[in-house]
Protein backbone atom coordinates (compact mmCIF):
# COMPACT_ATOMS: atom_id res chain seq x y z
CA UNK A 1 0.00 0.00 0.00
CA UNK A 2 0.78 3.43 -0.92
CA UNK A 3 1.97 5.90 2.04
CA UNK A 4 1.64 8.79 0.31
CA UNK A 5 -1.38 11.15 2.06
CA UNK A 6 -2.51 11.83 -0.93
CA UNK A 7 -4.37 15.38 0.90
CA UNK A 8 -5.51 16.80 -2.57
CA UNK A 9 -7.30 13.65 -3.91
CA UNK A 10 -9.00 13.01 -0.65
CA UNK A 11 -10.33 16.59 -0.88
CA UNK A 12 -11.73 15.94 -4.49
CA UNK A 13 -12.66 11.97 -4.14
CA UNK A 14 -14.02 12.28 -0.65
CA UNK A 15 -12.21 8.93 0.41
CA UNK A 16 -8.31 8.29 0.46
CA UNK A 17 -7.60 6.61 -2.64
CA UNK A 18 -5.24 3.76 -0.37
CA UNK A 19 -8.63 3.69 1.56
CA UNK A 20 -10.59 2.73 -2.13
CA UNK A 21 -7.72 0.08 -2.81
CA UNK A 22 -7.79 -1.55 0.29
CA UNK A 23 -11.09 -2.12 0.21
CA UNK A 24 -10.90 -3.21 -3.49
CA UNK A 25 -8.19 -5.74 -2.38
CA UNK A 26 -10.25 -7.33 0.31
CA UNK A 27 -13.27 -7.70 -1.89
CA UNK A 28 -10.87 -9.66 -4.26
CA UNK A 29 -9.34 -11.39 -1.62
CA UNK A 30 -13.14 -12.24 -0.03
CA UNK A 31 -14.15 -13.68 -3.67
CA UNK A 32 -10.50 -15.62 -4.57
CA UNK A 33 -11.46 -17.76 -0.67
CA UNK A 34 -15.23 -18.57 -2.09
CA UNK A 35 -14.09 -19.45 -5.34
CA UNK A 36 -11.09 -21.83 -3.47
CA UNK A 37 -14.46 -23.00 -1.05
CA UNK A 38 -16.41 -23.56 -4.29
CA UNK A 39 -13.90 -25.62 -6.25
CA UNK A 40 -13.13 -27.96 -3.19
CA UNK A 41 -16.62 -28.55 -2.88
CA UNK A 42 -16.74 -29.91 -6.63
CA UNK A 43 -13.99 -31.56 -6.38
CA UNK A 44 -14.87 -33.59 -3.34
CA UNK A 45 -18.50 -34.65 -4.92
CA UNK A 46 -16.44 -36.04 -7.79
CA UNK A 47 -14.04 -37.89 -5.26
CA UNK A 48 -17.14 -39.45 -4.06
CA UNK A 49 -18.86 -40.40 -7.12
CA UNK A 50 -15.40 -42.11 -7.94
CA UNK A 51 -15.46 -46.08 -6.97
CA UNK A 52 -12.51 -46.86 -4.32
CA UNK A 53 -11.47 -43.35 -4.51
CA UNK A 54 -9.18 -43.50 -1.24
CA UNK A 55 -8.12 -39.69 -1.20
CA UNK A 56 -9.89 -38.29 1.89
CA UNK A 57 -11.08 -35.25 2.88
CA UNK A 58 -7.78 -33.42 4.94
CA UNK A 59 -6.14 -34.39 1.70
CA UNK A 60 -8.16 -31.85 -0.21
CA UNK A 61 -8.24 -29.54 2.24
CA UNK A 62 -4.40 -29.27 2.13
CA UNK A 63 -4.16 -29.43 -1.76
CA UNK A 64 -7.02 -26.52 -1.74
CA UNK A 65 -4.85 -24.74 1.02
CA UNK A 66 -1.67 -25.27 -1.05
CA UNK A 67 -3.29 -24.11 -4.34
CA UNK A 68 -5.08 -21.18 -2.58
CA UNK A 69 -1.75 -19.84 -0.75
CA UNK A 70 -0.24 -20.42 -4.56
CA UNK A 71 -2.96 -18.21 -5.84
CA UNK A 72 -2.80 -15.21 -2.85
CA UNK A 73 1.04 -15.04 -3.81
CA UNK A 74 0.54 -14.05 -7.57
CA UNK A 75 -2.59 -11.85 -6.76
CA UNK A 76 -0.25 -10.14 -4.39
CA UNK A 77 2.41 -9.63 -6.94
CA UNK A 78 -0.35 -8.62 -9.68
CA UNK A 79 -2.61 -6.21 -7.03
CA UNK A 80 0.83 -4.33 -6.67
CA UNK A 81 1.28 -3.42 -10.00
CA UNK A 82 -2.46 -3.04 -10.68
CA UNK A 83 -2.57 -0.43 -7.62
CA UNK A 84 0.37 1.85 -8.69
CA UNK A 85 -1.57 2.41 -12.17
CA UNK A 86 -4.47 3.23 -10.46
CA UNK A 87 -2.57 5.49 -8.17
CA UNK A 88 -0.98 6.92 -10.64
CA UNK A 89 -3.69 7.28 -13.79
CA UNK A 90 -7.24 6.77 -12.04
CA UNK A 91 -6.97 7.98 -8.72
CA UNK A 92 -4.33 10.91 -9.00
CA UNK A 93 -4.90 14.54 -9.65
CA UNK A 94 -2.04 16.19 -11.84
CA UNK A 95 -0.25 19.33 -9.87
CA UNK A 96 -1.26 21.69 -12.39
CA UNK A 97 -4.54 21.12 -11.55
CA UNK A 98 -6.48 23.14 -9.12
CA UNK A 99 -9.55 22.15 -7.42
CA UNK A 100 -13.11 25.25 -7.80
CA UNK A 101 -12.98 25.58 -4.49
CA UNK A 102 -8.99 26.43 -4.36
CA UNK A 103 -8.98 28.75 -6.92
CA UNK A 104 -9.10 31.37 -4.91
CA UNK A 105 -5.41 31.27 -4.50
CA UNK A 106 -4.73 31.66 -7.55
CA UNK A 107 -5.67 34.60 -6.92
CA UNK A 108 -5.03 35.57 -4.04
CA UNK A 109 -1.55 33.94 -3.26
CA UNK A 110 0.36 34.11 -0.10
CA UNK A 111 3.60 33.01 1.11
CA UNK A 112 4.05 30.87 4.22
CA UNK A 113 5.59 33.81 6.07
CA UNK A 114 2.28 35.88 5.35
CA UNK A 115 -0.12 33.62 6.09
CA UNK A 116 1.81 33.27 10.05
CA UNK A 117 1.75 37.03 9.88
CA UNK A 118 -1.89 36.65 9.09
CA UNK A 119 -2.61 33.72 12.27
CA UNK A 120 -0.55 36.17 14.81
CA UNK A 121 -3.04 38.88 13.59
CA UNK A 122 -5.85 36.78 14.16
CA UNK A 123 -4.88 35.43 17.23
CA UNK A 124 -3.89 39.29 18.59
CA UNK A 125 -7.65 40.13 17.99
CA UNK A 126 -9.52 36.92 19.27
CA UNK A 127 -7.34 38.08 22.72
CA UNK A 128 -8.43 41.47 22.07
CA UNK A 129 -11.83 40.24 21.65
CA UNK A 130 -11.85 38.02 24.85
CA UNK A 131 -10.25 41.15 26.91
CA UNK A 132 -13.21 43.52 25.65
CA UNK A 133 -15.76 41.02 26.40
CA UNK A 134 -14.30 40.75 29.95
CA UNK A 135 -14.03 44.95 29.87
CA UNK A 136 -17.76 44.77 29.39
CA UNK A 137 -18.52 42.24 31.55
CA UNK A 138 -17.05 44.09 34.34
CA UNK A 139 -19.03 47.05 33.32
CA UNK A 140 -22.54 45.72 33.25
CA UNK A 141 -21.57 44.30 37.29
CA UNK A 142 -20.88 48.28 37.80
CA UNK A 143 -23.74 49.34 36.06
CA UNK A 144 -26.00 46.83 38.26
CA UNK A 145 -24.18 48.11 41.23
CA UNK A 146 -24.82 51.71 40.70
CA UNK A 147 -28.75 50.85 39.88
CA UNK A 148 -29.03 49.44 43.07
CA UNK A 149 -27.06 52.38 44.82
CA UNK A 150 -29.45 54.60 42.96
CA UNK A 151 -32.48 52.92 44.34
CA UNK A 152 -31.22 53.33 47.57
CA UNK A 153 -30.27 57.09 47.08
CA UNK A 154 -33.65 57.26 46.12
CA UNK A 155 -35.22 55.75 48.94
CA UNK A 156 -33.17 58.09 51.26
CA UNK A 157 -34.26 61.56 49.15
CA UNK A 158 -37.64 60.29 49.77
CA UNK A 159 -37.03 59.83 53.37
CA UNK A 160 -36.04 63.29 53.50
CA UNK A 161 -38.92 64.70 51.50
CA UNK A 162 -40.76 63.37 54.24
CA UNK A 163 -39.49 63.89 57.36
CA UNK A 164 -39.39 67.77 55.31
CA UNK A 165 -42.66 67.18 54.90
CA UNK A 166 -43.65 66.27 58.56
CA UNK A 167 -41.88 69.10 59.78
CA UNK A 168 -43.45 71.80 57.80
CA UNK A 169 -46.76 70.21 58.83
CA UNK A 170 -45.34 70.82 62.75
CA UNK A 171 -43.88 74.24 62.42
CA UNK A 172 -40.72 72.99 62.57
CA UNK A 173 -39.01 75.42 59.48
CA UNK A 174 -36.57 75.13 56.70
CA UNK A 175 -35.69 70.89 56.85
CA UNK A 176 -32.33 71.49 56.78
CA UNK A 177 -32.04 74.26 58.85
CA UNK A 178 -33.35 72.03 61.31
CA UNK A 179 -31.05 69.00 60.20
CA UNK A 180 -28.11 70.94 60.75
CA UNK A 181 -29.27 72.40 64.03
CA UNK A 182 -30.25 68.57 65.06
CA UNK A 183 -26.71 67.29 63.98
CA UNK A 184 -25.08 70.06 65.99
CA UNK A 185 -26.68 69.23 69.11
CA UNK A 186 -26.44 65.48 68.85
CA UNK A 187 -22.06 66.67 68.35
CA UNK A 188 -22.87 68.80 71.17
CA UNK A 189 -24.26 65.82 73.41
CA UNK A 190 -21.94 63.28 72.15
CA UNK A 191 -19.19 65.90 73.58
CA UNK A 192 -21.18 66.12 76.97
CA UNK A 193 -21.27 61.98 77.50
CA UNK A 194 -17.68 61.62 76.73
CA UNK A 195 -16.89 64.41 79.29
CA UNK A 196 -19.37 62.68 81.63
CA UNK A 197 -17.70 59.42 81.07
CA UNK A 198 -13.90 60.94 81.57
CA UNK A 199 -14.97 62.10 85.05
CA UNK A 200 -16.79 59.12 86.03
CA UNK A 201 -13.24 57.41 85.20
CA UNK A 202 -11.36 59.76 87.35
CA UNK A 203 -13.80 59.41 89.97
CA UNK A 204 -13.31 55.37 89.99
CA UNK A 205 -9.29 56.18 89.97
CA UNK A 206 -9.75 58.61 92.90
CA UNK A 207 -11.92 56.07 94.95
CA UNK A 208 -9.53 53.32 94.29
CA UNK A 209 -6.81 55.54 95.63
CA UNK A 210 -8.67 55.84 98.57
Do not use: W
Not at 180 to 192: G, M, P
Amino acid sequence: MSVDPMAYETQFFGFTPQTCMLRVYIAFQDYLFEMMLVVEGVMLKKLDGIPGCKVSHSQVRKCTEKFLLFMKEHFDKLFAKMEEVLLQLVLNIPKNVLLPEDRVQEQYPYSEEEFQALQDELRQLQEQCRAEAAVEQELRAELEEQKVVEAELEKILQCFDGLESICREHGAGNFKESFALLTQNSKKLQDVLKDVEEKSKKMQQHDQLM
